[in-house]
């Protein structure tokens, strides 16, 4: 079988621009004579096909809706994924799940197109680089935002900043003195917004901050989201011979693989060292983990909801939304050197 053209092959070999393409194939005016003949040349020479997304949502058929997300083993993603599910299953619509993995997000948009199975788009922590903005204003895809924010588009962003600040403010009024992180090897705009949340709360309590104590787990699995990674950090600061009095781990996958290490190293938490995580899965509640709640699952209901409500009606005003995460205290700050 013959792989099927894309839009942006026409771009490429005609020399212009993706919106450029569309604007041909959709008859606007605003596009000289020559760059039409030289589009459509293109197009029939490359036997390219456009998508028919336009005609299919004015004629209110069954839609069917895609969703790509960086990872499906790790339980923050699977968390927004069930709320999706779950509200798409009222619905008349269908679903697929597209793993971008680790792709580059303007590769792994590029292949959704590629495919061109699905008539709406849910993009789950994947930011909108202008050429991502360019493919979806060329195709006209209904599209929302998880977890990413954008001028253009509906969205609903997780406020990291704050959750990262509540965080340290905890550790801070709990009592602790010498305050470690453990960070990720992939820096997104999510995780360097937490991180930075964090620090701003030592620093506006006028903590002494110690950056020796703020190790990376280098696990390269998930970008260092995994419970490999906080394994391997707590053996760092085995090795440094220096342990923080309490931790701020980058999520709760990450505080399982420190509370391990911990204790496999003859301590525990909260005992010797508090320990705190970040997302509140399914059994951070049976660790006593102290976390944040970042409302994934009704994240994902809210986005669902949402981009049925723009596929009915696509002229709506933009709804954006910004989350603001929970404080979930539990047993693994408790200091018990008060």
């Known amino acids: 079988m013959n792989k099927k053209v894309t839009i942006y092959e026409v771009a490429k070999k005609a020399g212009v621009a993706i919106s450029t393409v569309s604007r041909v194939l959709n008859g606007s005016q605003n596009v000289s004579e020559d760059t039409k003949v030289k589009v459509n040349d293109v197009i029939k020479e490359l036997n390219f096909r456009p998508q028919v997304n336009a005609r299919k949502l004015a004629s209110k058929e069954p839609q069917m809706l895609a969703i790509a997300v960086p990872s499906f083993t790790t339980p923050f993603f699977n968390e927004v994924l069930k709320g999706v599910k779950d509200e798409i299953s009222k619905m008349d619509l269908d679903i697929i799940l597209y793993n971008t993995g680790s792709k580059n997000p303007e590769e792994a948009v590029h292949n959704f197109f590629d495919r061109g199975t699905a008539d709406a788009l849910i993009l789950l922590s994947i930011d909108v680089t202008d050429k991502i903005h360019e493919v979806l204003q060329a195709t006209q895809t209904p599209v929302v935002l998880v977890n990413s924010a954008h001028e253009s588009y509906n969205y609903f962003m997780l406020n990291d900043y704050k959750g990262g600040y509540m965080s340290g403010e905890h550790l801070v009024k709990n009592g602790f003195q010498n305050i470690g992180m453990i960070s990720t090897v992939t820096k997104n705009k999510s995780s360097s917004e937490r991180e930075r949340g964090f620090i701003d709360a030592l620093k506006n309590y006028k903590m002494n901050i110690d950056e020796s104590l703020f190790i990376t787990g280098e696990s390269e699995k998930h970008g260092g989201f995994t419970e490999e990674a906080g ?50 899965i399914k059994f951070s509640k049976y660790m006593d983990l102290t976390t944040v709640n970042q409302k994934m699952y009704s994240t994902g209901v809210q986005a669902t ?26 047993g693994s700050t408790k200091n018990s050197k008060k």
């Open 231 to 280: 394994f391997e950090a707590i053996n760092k600061y085995a090795e440094m011979g220096k342990f923080p009095d309490a931790i701020f781990c980058a999520n709760d996958t990450q505080a399982l693989g420190a509370i391990h290490a911990i204790n496999k190293l003859g301590m525990s938490v909260p005992e010797d060292i508090a320990l705190m995580g970040y997302d509140n």
């Open 305 to 330: 909801s949402r981009l049925a409500e723009i596929i009915r009606n696509p002229d709506q005003n933009l709804i954006q939304t910004t989350i603001d995460p929970e404080l979930i205290e539990r």
